[in-house]
């Protein structure tokens, strides 16, 4: 097996090569939805290559987009360049979880192949925080059923529309600030910004837990989760393998479908 996962956020896209062993090789690009399949080929074609890969190898495709005017051409990559046709998350791919809220047709492909990844490594009722253009706070219990959440702004987010609603404050990069209280405008965004979320973290986690009335391990992942590791006991494990993990085995529970 060779198989290619796919996993598009607002942000940035995810494109990872498993042989089925390992992940043998990585690649991020920003997300365009307007990006074709040929512009895809182009682009993966040649980080394929100098990794010593081609696209006659691949044997297997998954596609999991938040994104869904992306998904036509992402397919189209997987159809004419790589004469597979894919598995995707929301349409012709079998989760394998009970999927617990009003409307699951309404639960983004990310939240769900989160809560496949994680309930394959970690025991219990979790909750899954994936800090990226929004941050998602995601219950999965203990039978691997996804039971809903809440969606907050990404920190990122906060730092854009500071910087474009206040004419006066810069764009800055997200960092740890040394103290609470800023010295300066940069130093004062910092830590409201970091601080802030550390906090609003915080506290929907305890709403959370009292609200579930069960014990929770609590799981970070996502583009910016690694900065608040250290910063708050809030969370109990870092996982930045999350989604991948999760597209592999939705991969193998789908094996009858690809064969």
């Not at 189209?76 to 360049?81: E, I, K, T, W």
């Not at 192949?113 to 941050?135: E, H, K």
Request: glycine content about 10%; hydrophobic content about 45%.
């Amino acid at each position: 097996m060779m198989l290619l996962a796919i996993e598009q956020g607002n942000t940035n896209t995810l494109f990872a090569v498993h042989d089925g062993s390992d992940w043998i090789a990585q690649w991020r690009a920003a997300t365009e939805a307007s990006r074709t399949a040929d512009e895809y080929a182009v682009w993966l074609n040649q980080l394929m290559v100098m990794k010593g890969l081609e696209f006659a190898a691949l044997t297997g495709c998954i596609i999991s987009s938040v994104v869904p005017q992306s998904i036509f051409n992402l397919r189209n990559l997987a159809r004419r360049y790589l004469n597979i046709e894919p598995l995707v998350i929301g349409e012709n791919a079998e989760l394998g979880i009970e999927v617990r809220i009003a409307k699951p047709s309404e639960a983004g492909a990310d939240r769900l192949v989160n809560a496949v990844g994680a309930s394959l490594m970690y025991p219990g009722d979790l909750l899954l925080i994936d800090s990226g253009t929004a941050t998602t706070f995601d219950i999965v219990s203990a039978d691997g059923a996804f039971e809903g959440g809440l969606i907050a702004p990404g920190i990122n987010l906060s730092l854009q529309a500071l910087h474009e609603a206040a004419a006066k404050l810069p764009r800055i990069a997200i960092q740890k600030p040394e103290h609470v209280i800023g010295k300066g405008t940069v130093e004062a965004m910092q830590s409201g910004v970091f601080w802030g979320y550390i906090s609003l973290i915080e506290g929907l986690v305890q709403r959370i837990k009292t609200e579930w009335a069960q014990p929770m391990t609590v799981i970070g992942t996502g583009g910016v989760a690694s900065l608040f590791e250290g910063a708050t006991d809030s969370i109990d494990h870092f996982d930045p393998d999350l989604t991948i993990r999760g597209l592999l085995e939705i991969w193998r529970r789908n094996a009858h479908l690809t064969d």
